[in-house]
């Protein structure tokens, strides 16, 4: 079994509704991260996890929320979709924040389409 | 904020041709990973460096840190195929919201 998976793993949406992509992870590691991957921008931070309910907001975090109420999930929520966020959302998870010492497992990714 | 520079942004050779690409910075960074990415997939590890000059291999991939910690490259050897993807660096530039990833290189190697 994927020690990541994250769902759904594509998603149209409406401009104005809210969605919701989960990740689970069954590695019990204590940071995850949500990621969007545009081209020309590459990777940027959502937000970001450091145990259960302890989050922090990345680069590009306007529009979006978390919650981690379990140490295995991670849900990010659009609150009004706009256009702007149609994107591929990917989950990471890590067993510490040094890159030194530690790297990310990232999940296959979500492909979110707002129309 | 810190910037990771990777080029070339694009790169297209045949199989059994060497190639080199490039992760650069004007910051220094306390150390730095690859990852190479697939289509429809997430980024997989490949290597994480952490001192200045340090040179790793994996078969026929050879990754090198800079002696300033300001750069990187990754050179393929006799690539093939199975080498095509996104290959992205990520540094640490010293805290949890510098964590920075390059916009990656991405390699097609044609048979």
């Known amino acids: 079994d994927a020690g990541i998976t994250q769902s759904p793993r594509h998603k149209v949406t409406e401009t104005g509704t809210p969605v919701t992509l989960r990740c689970h992870q069954t590695e019990n590691h204590r940071y995850m991260y949500w990621y969007r991957q545009d081209p020309g921008h590459g990777l940027r931070l959502i937000h970001y996890?450091?145990?259960?309910?302890?989050?922090d907001k990345g680069e590009v975090s306007d529009g979006y929320s978390v919650s981690r109420s379990k140490t295995e999930d991670f849900l990010l929520t659009l609150e009004s979709a706009t256009s702007s966020q149609t994107s591929v959302y990917f989950c990471?998870?890590?067993?510490?924040?040094?890159?030194?010492?530690?790297?990310?497992?990232f999940g296959s990714g979500t492909r979110l389409t707002v129309v | 904020t810190q910037l990771l520079e990777q080029s070339p942004q694009f790169l297209s050779i045949q199989e059994g041709e060497n190639l080199t690409v490039y992760c650069n910075s004007s910051s220094v960074f306390s150390s730095l990973q690859w990852y190479r990415q697939e289509p429809g997939e997430g980024p997989v590890l490949l290597v994480t460096v952490v001192t200045g000059g340090e040179v790793k291999k994996l078969k026929r991939l050879t990754f090198q840190f800079g002696d300033a910690r300001k750069d990187s490259s990754l050179h393929i050897t006799a690539a093939q195929p199975g080498d095509t993807g996104l290959y992205l660096c990520?540094?640490?530039?010293?805290?949890?919201?510098?964590?920075?990833f390059g916009k990656g290189t991405k390699l097609s190697v044609k048979p």
């Open positions: 990520r540094g640490d530039g010293g805290s949890q919201g510098n964590l920075i």
């Open positions: 996890s450091y145990g259960v309910k302890d989050t």
């Open positions: 990471a998870i890590s067993e510490g924040p040094s890159i030194a010492n530690y790297g990310y497992t």
